[in-house]
């Protein structure tokens, strides 16, 4: 679930610094933006918090004694337990090449003494909002949206590290397989927000009996999976009895009305001294679930006293209806999560809107250029939809940029052009911690790649840029001069035209050229889309 904003976790800001009096003021500046300070007056203790803290952001000179920053940063990025830690430089060397040193070596950001209490605040606050999308959507990744339990995919995660430290300790660990009985009776009666409301009370029943180390999540429709660390097969059983018996005798309240459900239980464990397959193991408490279920249901079967049975009954069990119903909640379960991700990313629009008026239009332009290219050229509806998605994600990284460089009237100068070619990156950062757009991922980092080869963050050619990045690049490419901006007034769209074909083959695909030039032909009245008064044309 979203983290509400009164719930929001405090941040830890790391500043390492040999100056004390830049100590006490970045001290005094971070509890004003209500973060907890951690301060070092060395590199090596600096090194040390890190890795033992795990701030969420640190704030690093450059110039100190024995060890420099530019040496701090390295190391940092380095270990796999500090890389992801954004990196700030604070430092008086204010050229544009100090600038790109420290970008190259994997800082987010870069700002110059003396300290302006409302830089810090503006540079540090849009890295904490980064953050803060990162937490929002990874929760969202990670958590069953109707039941607030853990998801299939996070418990898996969940599972396999309790599979290892079992298998290290020689400690036992067993899997309960959790079905509700007859519950497609419940949607037909009550309909499916009937149903819904069950399956929340079975999430809170579980939640309040459980062990502190059990853990529990939705595994799909109405099954639910529980993992019992240090739990051996007899004493996992006996704890399905109970539950088992819990749940008979529970009045469940639906519609104004006290229902008697029960339960289905399957019950398998993890000999202690191999390292198994989460998934083998799964499998097997799946199967026990399914011969509970042959049996009358109601009832908790262990995957021991069942391998002597007629193996094809147990697997006719795995094929029958609700096996197919299970499968097809799944696939909804993960195309609602990717809704409600997409939303949350979307909602940030607002705020680089504030920053730069011409990103209120740019996303939803490209989106449309984007499905026109891509229908051009015949690609299938989950391509479309993939490029769809990314055209719709491309810019988040944006979100880090200072809105003095995106609404700037004059050229950028050279350390304001890194700033700027870090955002495919930084939203490729953002969005990787959610682990629902590995496809769309490629097509962001890239669709600044040039098709000669010069373009960043990469300086990927030809075939070797990704497809889709490759069509994203032509869509924004074409919005990008065709809009107003605050250095340059739109191109006409004669004039568009003319400057995208002339692009074929240095910075554009000409295969891709050729698409857009033959579908903005096709359908002049969208090519360009103007303003937001006109609306998205029905594809």
């Not at 035209?497 to 695909?509: T, V």
Request: with cysteine; hydrophobic share 40%; charged share 25%.
């Amino acid at each position: 679930m979203l983290m509400a904003e009164n719930q929001k976790k405090s941040r830890k800001i790391l500043a390492v610094d040999d100056n004390q009096t830049n100590l006490v003021l970045m001290k005094v500046y971070l509890e004003k933006m209500d973060a907890v300070p951690l301060l070092a007056d060395n590199a090596q203790d600096g090194l040390e918090l890190a890795l033992n803290e795990k701030p969420d952001v640190i704030l690093l000179d450059i110039m100190m004694p024995g060890m420099d920053g530019h040496e701090v940063c390295r190391r940092l990025k380095s270990d796999n337990r500090t890389d992801s830690i954004p990196i700030v430089f604070v430092s008086a060397r204010d050229t544009a090449e100090d600038k790109i040193i420290g970008l190259e070596l994997g800082a987010i950001d870069y700002i110059f003494k003396p300290l302006n209490p409302g830089e810090l605040r503006a540079r540090v606050g849009a890295i904490l909002r980064m953050l803060d999308l990162q937490d929002e959507l990874l929760a969202q990744a990670h958590t069953d949206p109707l039941t607030g339990l853990a998801n299939r995919r996070h418990f898996f995660e969940i599972f396999e590290r309790q599979i290892v430290e079992s298998s290290e300790k020689h400690i036992p660990l067993s899997l309960v397989m959790v079905d509700l009985d007859y519950f497609k009776n419940v949607n037909d009666t009550y309909g499916h927000l009937g149903g819904d409301n069950i399956l929340k009370q079975l999430a809170e029943i579980l939640k309040n009996n459980l062990y502190p180390l059990d853990f529990a999540a939705r595994y799909g429709g109405e099954e639910f999976i529980i993992s019992l660390p240090d739990t051996d097969l007899d004493h996992a059983v006996r704890a399905a009895e109970k539950l088992r018996s819990f749940i008979q005798s529970y009045k469940w309240n639906i519609s104004a009305e006290l229902l008697n459900l029960t339960i289905s239980l399957g019950v398998a464990a993890m000999d202690a001294s191999t390292l198994p397959d989460p998934y083998e193991l799964v499998n097997k408490a799946d199967k026990a679930l399914y011969a509970a279920k042959g049996r009358g249901r109601n009832c908790v079967v262990r995957w021991n006293d069942m391998q002597n049975e007629n193996k094809d009954e147990v697997e006719a069990l795995h094929k029958n209806a609700d096996v197919c119903e299970l499968q097809t909640e799944i696939h909804g379960l993960e195309k609602r999560l990717r809704s409600q991700a997409i939303g949350s990313i979307a909602a940030l629009g607002k705020i680089m809107a504030a920053k730069d008026p011409f990103t209120a239009n740019h996303v939803e332009n490209v989106q449309v250029y984007a499905e026109y290219i891509a229908r051009e050229m015949n690609l299938s509806s989950e391509q479309i939809e993939t490029i769809k998605t990314a055209a719709l994600l491309h810019d988040i990284g944006m979100i880090g940029v200072p809105g003095s460089i995106l609404t700037k009237s004059t050229p950028l100068t050279e350390q304001e052009k890194v700033v700027i070619r870090q955002h495919p990156v930084a939203g490729v950062r953002i969005l990787s911690q959610v682990g629902i757009f590995n496809q769309e991922l490629n097509i962001i980092k890239h669709h600044h790649e040039n098709f000669d080869g010069t373009g960043y963050p990469d300086a990927l050619a030809g075939k070797h840029i990704p497809f889709g990045a490759r069509i994203l690049a032509a869509a924004d490419t074409f919005d990008a001069i065709t809009s107003d901006r605050a250095h340059r007034q739109a191109f006409s769209h004669d004039e568009a035209i003319s400057e995208i074909a002339a692009c074929a083959g240095n910075q554009l695909d000409p295969e891709i050229v050729d698409a857009l030039l033959k579908t903005a032909a096709n359908h002049p009245e969208h090519w360009p889309l103007k303003s937001s008064k006109q609306s998205a044309p029905a594809i």
